[in-house]
């Protein structure tokens, strides 16, 4: 596997050098605007697909490595599922604590909500931190079926898969448009709590995407 401080380490640099960039950005602005109020940068949010393309390196180029020392193509794949499952729980403990602080600091002093989202309530503890895990195990797992789809099919699979998404959520748009139920779909958004929507329905994601991933990555190429 990639090396570990890499893997994870790498990931917290880049969300470091964002965090800099945005805390300048709200600094000029609370410096030469009277009452600027708080806001949400969102970009917290980079963190999870930055994490997502380090296990899709592995899959990709770390693969033929480990079964040339004998893996089977089983067991890297439940090995990989598992480091991730791990790695990522400790990016969401990460990322809690640091909300907390957040909170605590009101926005690190400039009123600069980074670690948050607007529709992200204040909650326990323990339930924060299955917000921030099932998002980005969901994220990461998805990375790497579509390393186990460029293993078996190449550029050719992915660009085909990418094409199956676009043309499945332009059916979603044209079904909903449709139906002229824009305002029936905001609200499901709007009624169902949080954590169902940051970890319920991504879980489900999280399984489909990890079926799909192993039943693609037993023909893989080495």
Known sequence: MVDVRERVGGPWLILAAIFAVNFAIWWTIRANVD?????????????????????LTAMTQVMPFALS????????????????????????VALT????LERATAGWGIGMDFFSMTFMPEQNVLLQVVTYWVPLLT???????????????GQVGVWAVMVGIVL?????????????????????????????LMAGWPLILAAVATAGGYLVVRRARP
Not at 38 to 54: E, Q, R
Not at 69 to 92: D, M, N, P, S
Not at 97 to 100: D, F, G, Q
Not at 139 to 153: D, K, P, Q, S, Y
Request: aromatic letters at 16%; glycine letters at 10%.
């Open 139 to 153: 994220i990461a797992l998805v990375f790497v079926a579509i390393g186990a789809v460029f293993r078996r099919w």
């Open 97 to 100: 604590v640091l909300l907390e």
């Open 69 to 92: 020392l004998g893996l089977t193509r089983k067991h890297f794949y439940a090995g990989i599922c598992l480091l991730l499952a791990a790695e990522t729980l400790v990016h969401a």
């Open 168 to 196: 499945a959520l332009g059916a979603v748009v044209v079904a909903v448009t449709w139906q002229d139920a824009w305002v029936v779909f905001g609200r499901f958004f709007v009624d169902t709590p949080t954590v169902v």
């Open 35 to 55: 009452d600027a109020g708080a806001g949400t940068t969102g970009a917290v949010s980079a963190l999870f697909f930055i994490v997502g393309g380090f296990y």
